[in-house]
């Protein structure tokens, strides 16, 4: 039998990356200069990784503040644990939290540890004061914890850690709290003695002078964090050239929000608008892209079932809807607001929920305010000149393979999209049979009647298809089959009828005042006419204040 070394084991599985906690050892042991910056929730933890930190600190100051409360344990540890498990989740970085006082005595530091292992933390730092704490900074001379209990307390941690590098980081208060430099050795070297992977010596002078001296006694026993908060006129190499292992910027992401925020704030109460801010502000596809929606896009592509991967759309969205007024003077009327998002956003979320993610949108009123995530735009520059079918006709490279054309104005429940995918056809159209029971529906009304080959029956068999005949304002009485929804589905050759109509539109003028009922019309009068799927309500088009009213009430 061979001998097989560690070396001789050929791997099918990639050796694994450094745990979290070994991430957390490995900065706290090497021997260069370690930094670890300060956050308080998932996004600032996420703005720290992107910056290139290795590490976070999070701050029981701001974690506390954040949540609108007091550094001093005013939340609960199981609430900031909430907030810890959040930061976590967005990060790939280690964590070390500020473990204040341990939050009660031994006990309560061996579970704080078990449950932050679990939550994949790596490591803690606990404070030698009093619980309930009080932030360093303030007051003077706060009590410190009795030197052999807080040992007892730093053995209990490790002895809980399920991680076997998990780091508990002791804090030394004695600076702070006026006892001196003697004192603050004994303590550390105690702590180090009970385990502490890490002493972090705090000062609040405003010279590193302390932190200097208690170095030069130190001697590079342990690893040595500091916290420069008011020192931070130091330059960080004499940190360096100290043997200090780890600097912590404790509260800048939790301070500098803050002035962001109010200075936008308040120039938004003074301004009553938000145009002035907006350039000063991330975008809103900055949001979008720290939130991680690309990599949702992505796994809803894998996970979501879809009736073909390759079925496209084009959604036509130029016209501003000036029956809704001020509403639309400076968005165009699928931006309206429907139950906190735009009308086009539900339209793109049904369609995806169908499967159509590859979503193609003409714009042209204010096309600057079409501005949403998983779309892409095409321009009908001439918007206010031309009509549907010029704006679709901008759209003709992306008409291709299986598509759908849309309305920008539409919301409809996704059954009727799936029909319409489902259903065998070249061209196949939904039209509502029910659309006399919309409200304020008369023929008179509604552009967009169709006359079909076989007017809706419920008890209908589905072996004789209806065709499409003319879709046009002018139907009267019983030729009026139906309202079409505003819902088309295209097969490959489907899309070569419509561009091929398209292009002999274009050709006898026609093309640039054509509406989409003109086109369907055309392509009606085809050999091949576009069939007609028939529905009952459960969708609508927004016209006006009245449609707008209903569209809150769509689900
Ligand atoms: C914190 O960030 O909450 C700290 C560091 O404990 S300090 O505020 O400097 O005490
Ligand atoms: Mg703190």
């Excluded at 028939?534 to 769509?554: E, I, P, Q, R, S």
Aim: overall charge negative; hydrophobic content about 40%; proline content about 4%.
């Amino acid at each position: 039998m061979s001998m097989a070394t560690k070396l001789d084991v050929k791997r099918d599985v990639p050796i694994p990356a450094l745990s979290k906690a070994a991430q957390l050892r490995t900065l706290l042991e090497s021997p260069d200069l370690s930094f670890l910056m300060e956050a308080h929730d998932g996004l600032s933890a996420k703005i720290v990784e992107e910056a290139g930190f290795r590490g976070v600190w999070a701050s029981g100051l701001s974690m506390a503040t954040a949540l609108g409360v007091r550094d001093n344990n005013e939340a609960s540890w199981t609430q900031v644990l909430e907030v810890l498990e959040f930061m976590s989740d967005a990060t790939t970085v280690p964590i070390l939290m500020d473990g204040d006082t341990g939050f009660g005595n031994f006990n309560n530091m061996r579970r704080l540890v078990r449950k932050l292992c679990q939550r994949d933390i790596a490591g803690v730092c606990i404070e030698d004061k009093l619980f309930p704490k009080t932030n360093s900074f303030l007051g003077h001379g706060q009590p410190l914890a009795d030197i052999d209990e807080f040992c007892g307390k730093i053995k209990a941690g490790k002895d809980s850690q399920t991680d076997g590098d998990f780091c508990v980081v002791a804090r030394v208060e004695a600076l702070i709290s006026g006892w001196g430099l003697d004192e603050a050795l004994r303590r550390a070297e105690a702590y180090h003695d009970a385990g502490a992977d890490a002493v972090l010596i705090h000062s609040k002078i405003a010279t590193a002078a302390e932190i200097l001296a208690f170095m030069k006694e130190w001697d590079n026993r342990s690893p040595v964090v500091i916290v420069p908060t008011t020192y931070y006129g130091t330059p960080t190499d004499q940190f360096r050239d100290a043997g200090i292992s780890t600097i912590i910027w404790a509260n800048h992401s939790l301070r500098a929000s803050i002035k962001a925020m109010r200075e936008t704030v308040r120039a938004i109460h003074e301004q009553e608008s938000i145009a002035e801010v907006e350039d000063r502000i991330a975008s809103l596809r900055d949001v979008f892209t720290l939130a991680g929606n690309a990599e949702l896009s992505e796994a809803e592509d894998r996970y979501l079932p879809s009736t073909d991967d390759n079925v496209r759309a084009i959604v036509l969205a130029a016209s501003r809807g000036s029956a809704l007024g001020p509403l639309t003077e400076d968005q165009p009327k699928c931006m309206v607001d429907i139950r906190g998002q735009p009308l086009l956003r539900r339209l793109v979320s049904t369609l995806r929920e169908s499967g159509v993610r590859d979503v193609h949108v003409v714009r042209g009123y204010r096309k600057e305010a079409v501005d949403l995530p998983n779309i892409s735009t095409l321009d009908n520059d001439a918007y206010e000149t031309t009509g549907e079918a010029a704006s679709l006709a901008c759209a003709l490279d992306q008409i291709e393979g299986d598509c759908v054309i849309a309305y920008g104005d539409i919301l409809f429940r996704r059954y009727i999209l799936d029909n319409l995918l489902q259903t065998d056809g070249d061209i196949v159209v939904g039209v509502d049979a029910m659309w006399r029971e919309r409200t304020g529906r008369t023929a008179e009304r509604v552009r967009d009647l169709v006359q079909a080959s076989a007017p809706f029956s419920p008890s209908y068999l589905d072996d004789e298809p209806v065709l499409l005949q003319r879709v046009a304002p002018d139907l009267a009485g019983d030729d009026i089959s139906g309202e079409w929804v505003g819902l088309a589905k295209l097969s490959a050759r489907g899309s070569e009828l419509v561009c091929a109509e398209i292009a002999s539109m274009g050709e006898d003028g026609s093309l640039a005042t054509a509406s989409l009922p003109d086109l369907f019309s055309r392509l009606a009068k085809h050999d091949n006419p576009p069939r007609v799927v028939y529905v009952t309500g459960h969708w609508l088009d927004v016209n006006d204040a009245f449609d707008l009213a209903k569209a809150g009430d769509f689900t």
